[in-house]
């Protein structure tokens, strides 16, 4: 597998989540410590679809939500070695825009961005999109503990690297 892809088992080896939360399928491009490009194919068995809503399906705007925080997750992972089991948990959504609806049969390209990571917070820029047109804006922030030597952005973008605890 090429530097910066990772398919569905590289996926599932970095994440806990399973079906029927397991949101993300390809990791496309990754810049450790920057940005990350994946994408989820959005299909008409996804089982809110039962649901939300039977006759003209729309995928949840918070389904779109979780599959940013999961792509966010695994940067993390690129971006520190972190412990076997180590998770990464959601803080906070900000600033959050929903601009489009995303159907069974789209492609919901996902991008995040490190913006900060400062004692294991972490505070990402978020869009996801179809075929180039957003869906979802805003930010998210999450917490974890960032490993022995690993780095840690300041809001001034200036990386230090952390000493240990």
């Given at each position: 597998?090429?530097?910066?892809?990772?398919?569905?088992?590289?996926?599932?080896?970095?994440?806990p989540h399973r079906?029927?939360?397991?949101?993300?399928?390809?990791?496309?491009?990754?810049?450790?410590?920057?940005?990350?490009?994946?994408?989820?194919?959005?299909?008409?068995?996804?089982?809110?679809?039962?649901?939300?809503?039977?006759?003209?399906?729309?995928?949840?705007?918070?389904?779109?939500?979780?599959?940013?925080?999961?792509?966010?997750?695994?940067?993390?992972?690129?971006?520190?070695?972190?412990?076997?089991?180590?998770?990464?948990?959601?803080?906070?959504?900000?600033?959050?825009?929903?601009?489009?609806?995303?159907?069974?049969?789209?492609?919901?390209?996902?991008?995040?961005?490190?913006?900060?990571?400062?004692?294991?917070?972490?505070?990402?820029?978020?869009?996801?999109?179809?075929?180039?047109?957003?869906?979802?804006?805003?930010?998210?922030?999450?917490?974890?503990?960032?490993?022995?030597?690993?780095?840690?952005?300041?809001?001034?973008?200036?990386?230090?690297?952390?000493?240990?605890?």
């Amino acid at each position: 597998m090429p530097h910066g892809i990772m398919d569905i088992k590289g996926i599932l080896s970095k994440l806990p989540h399973r079906y029927p939360f397991q949101m993300v399928d390809r990791i496309v491009e990754v810049e450790p410590l920057k940005y990350i490009r994946a994408y989820k194919n959005v299909t008409n068995n996804e089982p809110y679809f039962t649901g939300h809503f039977p006759e003209a399906p729309i995928m949840p705007g918070v389904m779109q939500l979780e599959a940013l925080a999961q792509t966010g997750g695994i940067l993390l992972h690129y971006s520190y070695k972190l412990a076997e089991g180590q998770i990464i948990l959601l803080r906070s959504f900000e600033d959050i825009k929903l601009r489009r609806t995303v159907v069974p049969g789209d492609r919901l390209d996902l991008y995040t961005e490190i913006l900060t990571i400062h004692r294991g917070l972490c505070k990402m820029k978020a869009l996801a999109s179809v075929d180039g047109k957003a869906t979802v804006t805003g930010f998210i922030s999450c917490f974890f503990d960032v490993p022995k030597g690993g780095v840690e952005i300041l809001a001034d973008g200036k990386i230090i690297t952390k000493k240990g605890r």
